[in-house]
């Protein structure tokens, strides 16, 4: 009986000093940091920005949802910020003004931690952040900071249910945010090394590695896929006539186009000059021109503004299916699309062909196969 007084009496006391109540706040802390340092391990995994922004919001949901939650992003390669918003963790189409992001790196260039709101219109002159950067309820601004600087910044928004963020949770989400500024500066320049500066589409080489993969995939499986290849009619008439930078402009609004019209799965690249050429993954032959005549109407119907003029263009197309038959080859799946490419300029450009193998080149490259 006198050893349980005893540790009852130690009990009584380690409760009453406090050491009861520090000893669960550890143990929270330290189930918290286990939580983050599994996440972090995931989150490094990937590799491109789109995938690691959507482990964040997943990760995110387990905690809170915030009404707003905008990742804006300077790349390092280009002038155009890059945004990504969310309302109630869901994509949505908002977009902050971009001055604002120069206020805010220019606070945390010489403050750096992250700031609540309250603090930072204490930090600014009077009226900086006008309405229409309240009106997404910001509560906490945070800085991305990779080598060479600070390249981005996350706001999060007030939370769907009126409370205030936890120490906890803002401590998750700083820890979560300086992972996620190394891991999104690699992807960012891993995204650089494999896309062309001008448009913003694949580079030649990405794509046709990723040709070879569709066509190892193809006769593993028996699917097919398909590419197409474009070339913008009578492109040297038109830099002749309004000049190299407007010839640019055309290219970054087809490449717009193309961007919009494929598939997440798919990969459009710019092939070199005015051509360009997309694969399409896990098609038919009806599908593939589908989408090619969906591509090829979607740019009849541009109109580029180049000074009182609205400047309009068109492209011709070639389409080849890609299939797991031995002896194929990307390089000759890219010729026969080329083939396929000079039949619709012969035949007065503004249209798509598809390419058909005959009987006699099928059966030679059936030969030269075994």
């Known amino acids: 009986m006198q050893l349980s007084a005893d ?15 520090t000893l669960d706040d550890l143990r929270k802390e330290n189930r918290s940091l286990e939580r983050i340092i599994t996440d972090a391990t995931l989150l490094v ?7 690691m922004l959507g ?10 949802i915030p009404r707003f939650l905008v990742f804006v992003i300077q790349p390092p390669r280009g002038k155009h910020i890059r945004q990504f918003c969310y309302r109630n963790l869901k994509k949505a189409d908002d977009t902050l003004d971009e001055a604002y992001y120069e206020i805010l790196r220019t606070h945390f260039e010489t403050s750096p931690g992250s700031i609540s709101l309250a603090n ?31 390249y981005g910044t996350v ?9 205030k963020y936890t120490e906890q949770e803002r401590k998750y989400v700083d820890r ?22 001008k448009t913003g589409l694949y580079t030649h080489d990405y794509y046709m590695h990723r040709l070879e993969e569709a066509l190892a995939h193809n006769r593993r499986h028996g699917t097919r896929s398909g590419i197409l290849m474009l070339d913008v009619d009578h492109f040297k ?25 494929v598939r997440t799965e798919d990969c ?19 599908k593939l021109m589908q989408v090619a005549e969906r591509i090829r109407t979607a740019i009849e119907s541009l109109r580029i503004p180049c000074g009182d003029h609205q400047l309009s263009v068109t492209v011709s197309i070639g389409a080849r299916m890609v299939d797991g038959l031995p002896g194929i080859s990307p390089m000759i799946l890219i010729g026969d699309a080329d083939k396929a490419l000079y039949r619709s300029k012969g035949s007065g450009r503004n249209r798509s062909t598809l390419y058909v193998q005959g009987l006699l080149e099928r059966a030679f490259i059936l030969r030269n196969s075994r």
């Open 7 to 21: 540790v009852l009496a130690q009990f009584n006391h380690l409760e009453r000093s406090g050491a009861l109540e």
């Open 120 to 150: 930072l219109q204490k930090a600014l002159p009077p009226d900086t952040l006008g309405p229409d950067f309240l009106q997404f309820e910001p509560e906490i601004i945070f800085p991305m900071f990779g080598i060479g600087g600070m």
């Open 155 to 163: 706001i999060l928004g007030s939370k769907i249910v009126d409370q």
């Open 176 to 197: 979560m945010i300086r992972f996620l500024s190394v891991s999104m500066q690699n992807g960012l320049h891993y995204e650089s090394s494999i896309t062309d500066p």
């Open 268 to 286: 459009a690249a710019r092939f070199g000059g005015e051509e360009f050429s997309i694969l399409v993954t896990e098609c038919t032959p009806e």
């Open 237 to 261: 008439r038109f830099n002749d006539a309004w000049g190299h930078v407007t010839g640019d402009e055309v290219l970054l609004a087809l490449s717009r186009v193309l961007v919009k019209t």
């Open 55 to 64: 482990f964040i919001i997943s990760q995110l949901l387990d905690y809170f």
């Open 45 to 51: 995994s990937y590799t491109d920005v789109e995938a």
